[in-house]
Antibody, heavy 120, light 110 residues
Framework: EVQVVESGGGLVQPGGSLRLSCEAS????????MSWVRQAPGKGLEWVSA????????YYADSVRGRFTISRDNSKDTVFLQMSSLGVEDTAAYYC?????????????WGQGTLVTVSS | QAVVTQEPSLTVSPGGTVTLTCGSS?????????PYWFQQKPGQAPRTLIH???NKHSWTPARFSGSLLGGKAALTLSGAQPEDEAEYYC??????????FGGGTKLTVL
């Protein structure tokens, strides 16, 4: 059974940093792109970032480019989202998702999410 | 970047049929936009219903179908059930940029 489980969310002050993790199981991790999607409280979904199965290609939304870095450790079946220079507008539930192919940027199989709150 | 538009809200009667649409500010939606459809119920994570225009997952109820209609991606629900009341989002990959979600359609079954 495919599973992705996010962790690392929490409360952080404006200007701070946080690293989210997403541990996957039930599939050959290195064969699939992984993505992050966020949802601010009461708002819609926003695509944030994606990484290819091998890690050689990364993609970012304009709103996070230069502040967020996506990476993966295929030996640990885990994808990361390093977030820096956080602002209140980054407050959201962050979802990790498996794609349908090695260069997939669309989320397909979703985790339950981890909440990030940016507040002083 | 492209703006993806959805109906903000729709209402369907139990057993009825409704079509949700997903348009792009850059022009007609094609299979090259790899349209996806997601369902999200309150307090839950989204789940994928349709990928690449009209492909279903094993968990997608048969009453949902995807298509291209009038230059837009479309999600049709035939035989609505009370449990289909949810927010529905589409996602497109415009050739000019990164994937973009629509604003979502709140579907009421009433």
């Amino acid at each position: 059974e495919v599973q992705v489980v996010e962790s690392g969310g929490g409360l952080v002050q404006p200007g701070g940093s946080l690293r989210l993790s997403c541990e996957a199981s039930g599939f050959t991790f290195s064969s699939y792109g992984m993505s992050w999607v966020r949802q601010a409280p009461g708002k819609g979904l926003e695509w944030v970032s994606a990484i290819s199965g091998s890690g050689d290609s990364t993609y970012y939304a304009d709103s996070v480019r230069g502040r967020f870095t996506i990476s993966r450790d295929n030996s640990k079946d885990t994808v990361f989202l390093q977030m820096s220079s956080l602002g209140v507008e980054d407050t959201a539930a962050y979802y990790c998702a498996k794609g349908l192919g090695p260069y997939a940027t669309h989320p397909d199989h979703w985790g339950q999410g981890t909440l990030v709150t940016v507040s002083s | 970047q492209a703006v993806v538009t959805q109906e903000p809200s729709l209402t369907v009667s139990p057993g009825g049929t409704v079509t949700l649409t997903c348009g792009s500010s850059t022009g007609a939606v094609t299979s090259g936009h790899y349209p996806y459809w997601f369902q999200q119920k309150p307090g839950q994570a989204p789940r994928t219903l349709i990928h690449d225009v009209n492909n279903k997952h094993s968990w997608t109820p048969a009453r949902f179908s995807g298509s291209l209609l009038g230059g837009k991606a479309a999600l049709t629900l035939s035989g609505a059930q009370p449990e289909d009341e949810a927010e529905y989002y589409c996602l497109l990959s415009p050739s000019s940029g990164r994937p973009v979600f629509g604003g979502g359609t709140k579907l009421t079954v009433l």
